[in-house]
């Protein structure tokens, strides 16, 4: 849960925060589960524990020696939280079984993605002892099994409450926590933890302020003066050294932080890759920028960022008292959107821009993966691929979820000849759309299910393949996605675009430009799925590069030329505006738009990103056009409305971005002779 403590200072992000005390929430709380016996199970168990004040969350009670943590008395239990990564003193009380508690105690109305991901975690983990695959389950077959109850596999037997083996991920982290302790104790002679834990337990009650009562790897940093950090900061250390998520030298680098100066270890970087690009429904940031946690963080309050800090990094690694400064400014522009302030920044020292672009992009590798084969296209003189031994013939091209047929606006823009192009959609409104701006020159081919090999065969030569999958089921920011392997969900459609690719390769002999888009929200695991089956890791394209919006997705494909360095266009939502009615841009850059038309305001504030005459105002469809890269008035037909035709461009490309990435194929094919275009002129 989400809430804003006062504008533009504390924007907070409880993961086991208890339900807000206002009237919308009394049901909430009145149904809260009490305790049961005191559990007396043993260390680790996968539980439900609870802080006084806090929901319950699952976890699993470790030994306080694996985490450093000192003995506690029978009726107390140490349990380290799922997806929290935070360790815990609990009275036993508050500590039950996760398997026979798991209908009292799962909230299936709660909404947060964390939270589902923890109960999740804990069924697969619970499934894996019990003897199931359940490494691949999907969020939905996980809470159906768990729904079933719990059923065994027949093969592995297990009675009543025993120990689940820890991951190597949890060993991690509490071996981090035992490290921070011990050095602790070195330095001063006592456990960091004391204070913090015993403090917020005597009280008794959560504080809005801390979390006082919960220890986590970060938090423990936070109380800890690590020589580290010390030595980076007294210059006898390089802060390249450091990892900024573990706030650690110990820990093997696997590469530079792409926002800040400073490294990442392995653990970190893949935190950061995973969470970068995910956003709530407010469009804010959900994990730090610094250490891709979540927690109670700080928001930027320029609406072009929305990038969070939590406390712990600006504890630690901002300059003394600037956790204090920050929460009396009023806005508060983040370390990325302001000038280096040496009594705000303290280490932490941003990137040039174009160094951000380039690192950022370089987080998704474009190299192969060894698992498919036959990829390689042959080599023209000026090292282009030849799709055939006619090297200037007009292109042909099949484009699956063609949407608004932006693949054709591309490659009409950047006036390559287009012999033939084939499309595969079931919009209707789509489709219209498409025939009125492009005539005859698109020729639908049917539902992608249908294209068979008869079919395929029948179209002939293909040079180009595009496609896009719906992204509602794959998208982190849905927190009930179902995944690729759902065949009753729009995500399965991927493999359509796959079998579509295989079979194209077959009939051509493999001569054939492809491109496949989605979005970068996704879970890491589903984003190694894709990457497997189409042979090639993604690039990520921001069309924050070339554009007035942020739009951020992967693209896989083996078109030449997306490894050089994007030049940033200066483009502003100002130059996008309708002229001559003083119209004024509120900020630099919109956010990412979605078929939500909630999804055009900006900021925590959720204000309009345009000025009229003073006053605020939405921005108009025709300017969403202008955005998007395409002409006014694009989507313009028939009685369409403005709410569908916002969700027409909300699942469209970026026009920008696949000029961008289709330019090298106009050394490729022949150019068209006729400056007139084949879309329809507008009078």
Known sequence: MKFLLSRGQLYTSYINMAPMRNKWKKTAIQRLPTSGEPFDGPVGSLVWGRIPGQPWWPGITVDGQDCGMPDISSDHKWVFWLEDRRVSKVQSKWVQHFKDRYSLYFDSTRKGKIYESAVVQAIKVYAKHLGHESGKWTNKQALKWADGGFQQNGVRKVEGVTPVPLSHVIQDDLQLIRKCVERSKQNNGSSPIKNSVQHGKQNNEPSRKRRSSISSVSELKTDVQYDDLAKVKSGEMSIRRLCLG?????????????????????????????????????????????????????????????????????????????????????????????????????????????????????????????????????????????????????????????????????????????????ASEVDGDAINVSKLNFKDKIEYVGPVETLNLRKLKALGRIDLLLGGSPCTELSLANPVRKGLFDTDASGSLFFEYFRVLVTLRMLQGNCMYWLFENTAAMPCSMKATISRYLGRNPTVFDAAWLSAQHRTRLFWGNIPGWGKKVAKCNVKLDDCLIPGLNRIAAVDMIRTVTTNSNSLRQGKTMTHPVRMNGKEDTLWITELERVFGFETHYTDTGNLGISKRQQLLGRAWSVHVAVHLMKPLQSVFKKRNTKQGYRRVII
């Open 246 to 422: 573990c706030k650690s030298a110990e820990v093997k680098i696997v590469g530079e932080h792409p926002y800040f100066e400073g490294s990442l270890c392995k653990i970190c970087m893949e935190a950061l890759k995973k969470h970068c690009f995910e956003f709530g429904d407010d469009g804010i940031h959900t994990h730090c920028a610094i250490c891709s946690r979540a927690g109670r963080v700080y928001v930027c309050d320029r609406p072009g960022c929305c990038k969070v800090y939590c406390t712990p990094c600006i504890e630690v690694l901002a300059a003394e008292g600037a956790k204090m400064l920050i929460e009396k400014m009023q806005p508060w522009q983040c370390f990325l959107c302001s000038d280096v302030r040496p009594t705000v920044n303290g280490i932490i020292t941003p990137r040039h821009e174009s160094v951000i672009l380039s690192r950022i992009t370089a987080l998704f590798s474009l190299d192969k993966i060894p698992l498919f084969c036959g990829d390689d296209l042959p080599l023209s003189e000026d090292g282009l691929p030849l799709v055939s031994s006619n090297r200037k013939n007009g292109l042909r091209v099949l484009s699956l979820f063609d949407g608004i047929s932006t693949g054709l606006f591309a490659l009409d823009k950047l006036q390559i000849e287009v012999e033939k192009y084939y």
